[in-house]
């Protein structure tokens, strides 16, 4: 089974409300949940928030329909946390090979050949990805991509530099526009993209399965 967790946490700390402020004419959140439907790689899209009653009403409805909507629990401390949990709920147990995402709602730079470049990748060896700036190992935090029994061995999603050849890293395409949003600041620069980003999906097609994104780099090389 692959499963993709799209956390959007409406209280956050330091931007209130991101997951919901809007980008190139929709809630940033709803840009990665298209991108995770459009990927066709997922058997189930699930939304986790603390106040899906609200971010259910934001969301094209056509869209909304389309997933797993599931409220976070106080008790979950981070993404590998709530996809432990989903994972229970919904995985087979007896499929220990099941696939698992954690996209990000404000991510919406990740395009759907990104994710079916880490799920390929994942085939080999590799335990873990996460998507990264190209030439680089440093995660971006656009997403990461984990197989189900080495989460239940780690409760982590953040890569290990001392197991070389188990973790490695998906470079995006579009990484030098994505930004990791934190602050006003940040939701600034990405908004400076608008116009680009919307050109940017339309070209979204086929042939840029063979970009720079299909190959992986191993954390520890």
Sequence with gaps: MSLCLIPARLNSVRLPGKNLLPFAGRPLAEWSIRTALEAAIFETVVVTTDQPEILWQEIDPELAQEVLWIRQHEDDKNCADILCRISQLLCDPDDPDSVLCCLYATAPWVTLWDLRAAL???????????????????PDGGFQMIRREALRNRRSLTPDPEEPGRDGAVPLINAQRHVDLNTRADYDELLGHEYLYLAARKAWTPQWETGTNTGNLSFGN
């Design 120 to 138: 390929g990748a994942l085939q080999g060896k590799l335990e873990l990805l996460v998507s990264a700036v190209p030439g680089s190992r440093i």
